[in-house]
């Protein structure tokens, strides 16, 4: 009952920035950890970000650190990742997902729903 739909992807030059959202309909909740993964083609998928309800715990993958940033508004039931200083090698389609728990976690198994994805493209 639960949908996540991203938004805000795009192509985008290196050294750019884009800023992904993540909307939750149907069923919507607060008390969820939001997480951002990613699959560049012919690649398998990689955890980008995660961040706790409260967002006073994220988890960020060591090549995305002090360039993409997470944040969310439970009001609106909306996760985001901003990213920063991009390059080509961030491009992939990026996919958000949100666990019902609320453990902040980097294995995609553990997420309880997944949106469709945006692509992603850095040109260099």
């Known amino acids: 009952q639960v949908q996540l739909v991203e938004s805000g992807g795009g192509l985008v030059q290196a050294g750019g920035s884009l800023r992904l959202s993540c909307a939750a309909s149907?069923?919507?909740?607060?008390?969820?950890?939001g997480g951002w993964f990613r699959q560049a083609p012919g690649k398998e998928g990689e955890f980008v970000v995660a961040?706790?309800?409260?967002?006073?715990?994220?988890d960020y993958t060591d090549s995305v650190k002090g360039r993409f940033a997470i944040s969310r508004d439970n009001a609106k039931n909306t996760v985001y990742l901003q990213m920063s200083n991009l390059r080509p090698e961030d491009s992939a389609v990026y996919y958000c997902?949100?666990?019902?728990?609320?453990?902040?976690?980097?294995?995609?198994?553990?997420?309880?729903?997944w949106g469709q994805g945006t692509q992603v493209t850095v040109s260099s």
């Open positions: 149907g069923r919507t909740f607060s008390s969820y950890t």
């Open positions: 961040i706790s309800w409260s967002g006073r715990t994220t």
């Open positions: 997902a949100a666990d019902v728990g609320t453990v902040v976690s980097s294995w995609a198994y553990q997420y309880d729903y």
